[in-house]
């Protein structure tokens, strides 16, 4: 379901859709969902002073806090 939500997100930043990619490890109580994108719409995703990353994180949070698990996102 987190997963779902950034690849959602990200498909609609990014111009190069095919590039991409959310992968999601959990352990214990602690979930890292890395999403991966072409370098070239690295800064689309980030947004301007990571204003775009950090809503993203913000969500996984509020979202993960619901379910008492500290959720992580990492992009590449």
């Known amino acids: 379901m987190l997963r ?5 997100i990200a498909l609609q930043l990014v111009d190069d859709v ?12 602690r979930t890292v969902i890395t999403l ?15 204003r775009i990353a950090n809503a993203m994180r913000t969500l ?9 698990r500290h959720v992580v996102l990492e992009v590449r």
Not at 4 to 8: F, K, N, Q, S
């Open 18 to 29: 095919d590039a991409v990619s959310v992968s999601e490890r959990v352990r214990g109580d």
């Open 36 to 50: 991966h994108v072409h370098e070239s719409d690295m800064g689309r995703v980030i947004g301007r002073e990571g």
């Open 60 to 68: 996984l949070r509020s979202a993960g806090a619901s379910s008492d």
């Open 4 to 8: 779902d939500l950034i690849e959602y």
